[in-house]
C-alpha cells in the first residue's frame, strides 16, 4: 500500500519489479531497449480487461447493448486487431480514411457507425460507397446525404443536450456549447426534417463530455431521461447511443465515475423504454479502454539546474502527445529505474520540440534522475501517439504492443 498520492499510478497497469517499472507484468526497460525511445507500449491484457469491464456493466442494465470502440482514440492496427479479435465488438469512426482502416482489419460496413460533424460532399459520397451507418448533426448533411444515390435509409441524429460536464471543469472537454450536435430543443423537429427528405431516424445519439467524474452522475440522469422522452416520440428509433466520456484518473484528486455507477444510470433511466421499444444502447467507449493500456517511455537527455530551477529534458515532445498539451491534461512521470523513490526536490520536466511550452510538468516532485534513465508518461494509450505530429521533423514516436 503506496500512501504517497504522487504514487496513485501503482497498482493499476503499472507496478514495480526487480527491474524497475513494469507494465501488466512485463519490465518497460527491457521493451525500450528492443525497441528506441520515444516509444509507446500497450498492453494487450488491459485492453482486454477493460472491454470485459465494459460488458459486465452493460450486461446488468438489462437491456442489448453494442460496444463501437472510438477509433480515434488510438489506431494503432495491431490493437485494432484486438479489437476486432473480441468478435462482439463494433467500430466508432469520424472520417472515411478511419472507415477503411476499420474494413482493413475485418470489420462489416454493419460493425462501422461513423460520428463526425462539418461534413464534406466528399466525405458523404466516400461513407455512401462504404455503406456504413452516419449519426448526422446538421440539416446541410441530412440533405446532401439524402440527395446521393446509394444513399442508406436510416441515419443517426447526434443530439446536444446542452449539459456542460467534463474533466477538470474545463469548457474545451464540455461539450454543451460545442460545435456538435442538434440542439436539444430540436430534436423533434430534425426528425421530421429527416423525415421529410425521405430518411428514417434509428439512432438518437449523445455525447456531453470527455472526462466524466462522479459529480457528473446527476447531469447524465438528466441527459439520459431526456434521452428516453424522445424515444417514446419516434416510432423508427433503434438504438440510444450514449457516446464516450468514460474516464481514468489523471491525477491523485480525481474520481472518475465508476463504470457500474454509470450503468445504474443507464439502468434506471433508459431500461424501461428500451425494453418497452425494443431498443439497444450503443456506447462508443475510447478513453477508458485504452489509456492506462498505454505508457509513454522517453529518455532523459539533460539535466540542469539554473535560476528558474532543475530542468530535466527528454527525447520526446508535446509533438507525441498533443492531447495532454492542447487540454492541460497531466500525466503521471515515473521514472523507469527507481520509481519509488523519494524526491530530492521539484523539477520542471521538458521536450525537445522547440516551443517554450513544451513542457510536460513544472514544480514536480520527481525521484532523481541521470541522463540516460528513462521516463515512464502514464496514462498515455488514448490520443497520444494517435494525435502525434511530425513538428520540428522531430519524427513520430515508435509503438508496440505487449
Sequence with gaps: MHTNPQHFWHGDTLAVGPLGLTLDGVALAEVAARHGTPLYIYSATTVRRRFAQLRAALQSTGCPF????????????????????????AMDCCSPREVERALAVGFRPEEISVTAGMLSARDLQAFVRQGVHLNLDTRSALRRYSQLPGHLPRVGLRINPGVQAGWGEQSKLQYGNSKF????????????YAEALGLQVDTLHTHVGWGLQESAAPLLAQVYDRLAEWAKKIPTLRVLNVGGGLCVKQ???????????????????LGSVCQERGLSIACEPGTFV????????????????????????VDAGHNVNVYAAHYGIPLAIV?????????????????????????????LPLPAVLEGDLLAFWP???????????????????????
Excluded at 290 to 313: D, P, Q, Y
Excluded at 384 to 389: D, F, Q, R, V
Design 66 to 89: 453494442r460496444i463501437q470502440y472510438a477509433m480515434k482514440a488510438n489506431r494503432f492496427p495491431p490493437l485494432l486487431a484486438l479489437v476486432r479479435a473480441e468478435q462482439d465488438l
Design 290 to 313: 485504452m489509456a492506462t493500456a498505454g505508457v509513454l517511455i522517453a529518455e532523459v537527455n539533460t539535466v540542469e539546474t539554473r535560476a528558474s530551477g532543475t530542468w530535466v529534458g
Design 335 to 363: 521514472p523507469v529505474h527507481a520509481p519509488l523513490a523519494e524526491s530530492p526536490g521539484p523539477v520542471h520536466v521538458a521536450g525537445n520540440v522547440n516551443e517554450a511550452n513544451d513542457v510536460f510538468a513544472r514544480d
Design 251 to 269: 491525477r491523485p484528486e480525481d474520481k472518475p465515475l465508476n463504470v457500474q455507477t454509470w450503468a445504474d444510470l443507464l439502468r434506471v433511466h
Design 181 to 192: 450536435g442538434f440542439d436539444g430543443d430540436a430534436v423533434l423537429e430534425a426528425v421530421a
Design 380 to 402: 498515455a494509450g488514448a490520443y497520444g501517439a494517435a494525435m502525434a505530429s511530425d513538428h520540428c521533423l522531430r519524427g513520430l514516436p515508435a509503438e508496440v504492443v505487449i
